[in-house]
């Protein structure tokens, strides 16, 4: 049996997180503090940590940072209210495997759970053909080479390899890469995307006339024409 430990300091949270979790299959332990947070996940008794962001004593980035920096590979799976882009690549680049907002659906995080779990030597990197973006290290990786990326790419980034051959509408992005208080115009895709495509090679990413972008397969070409 797979063990999870809950650091989540809201009670009525923590309670639901540890019923689902049982229902599911899961021994759980719930934490309600950053220090008990970290003691616990150095332990080496859990399989798996879904760490709140807002815990007293220490906060979940400090705990995190903790960890990593003692050289625990432990999954953590972030969840918190504060999910803005800039909270969510602070997340990613202190060594979270994953991060979820609240309110969440309950379906959607044990599928997150489970995913980590398969296979957790590579549940921080997305993958697509030769593509890699490193979700811990914060770096892309195309063909072999090691690409380092702004906040605003490594978040749209993300958005296409957790999206890979769907086309993507410049509304969509701009809702994954920017946060709620910041509205730019949709031409401030086009820019990015041009940055990304720098980056990676123009054949990565296509565009899909009057729809948005799409991220292709690197073992074929596009098939829209580029801007």
């Given at each position: ?78 969840l918190t209210a504060r999910s803005g882009v800039a909270d969510t690549v602070a997340g990613l680049e202190n060594g979270a495997d994953d991060y ?32 890699a973006l490193d979700l811990r290290a914060h770096q892309l990786h195309v063909e072999g080479r090691v690409v380092d990326l702004t906040a605003r ?75």
């Amino acid at each position: 049996m797979k063990h999870i430990l809950i650091a989540e300091d809201e009670k009525r949270i923590a309670v639901l997180l540890q019923q689902s979790l049982r229902a599911d299959g899961f021994g759980t332990t719930i934490v309600s503090d950053g220090e008990q947070a970290r003691s616990y996940a150095l332990s080496g008794a859990y399989d798996l940590l879904v760490l709140d962001i807002g815990l007293p004593t220490t906060d979940g980035f400090t705990v995190l940072a903790q960890l990593r920096e003692a050289g625990s590979q432990l999954p953590v799976v972030v969840l918190t209210a504060r999910s803005g882009v800039a909270d969510t690549v602070a997340g990613l680049e202190n060594g979270a495997d994953d991060y979820v907002g609240k309110p969440f659906r309950m379906q959607e995080l044990l599928a997150r759970i489970r995913l980590r779990l398969r296979d957790d030597a590579n549940s921080h990197l997305l993958r697509r053909g030769h593509l890699a973006l490193d979700l811990r290290a914060h770096q892309l990786h195309v063909e072999g080479r090691v690409v380092d990326l702004t906040a605003r790419e490594f978040a749209l980034a993300e958005t296409f390899l957790r999206n890979p051959g769907k086309v993507l509408t410049r509304d969509q992005l701009i809702a994954a890469a920017w946060s709620d208080d910041i509205r730019p115009t949709s031409n401030i895709v086009d820019v990015y995307v041009r940055y990304l495509r720098r980056k990676t090679g123009a054949h990565w990413i296509s565009t899909v006339r009057g729809k948005g972008y799409r991220l292709e397969d690197s073992s074929r070409p596009p098939s829209d024409p580029l801007n």
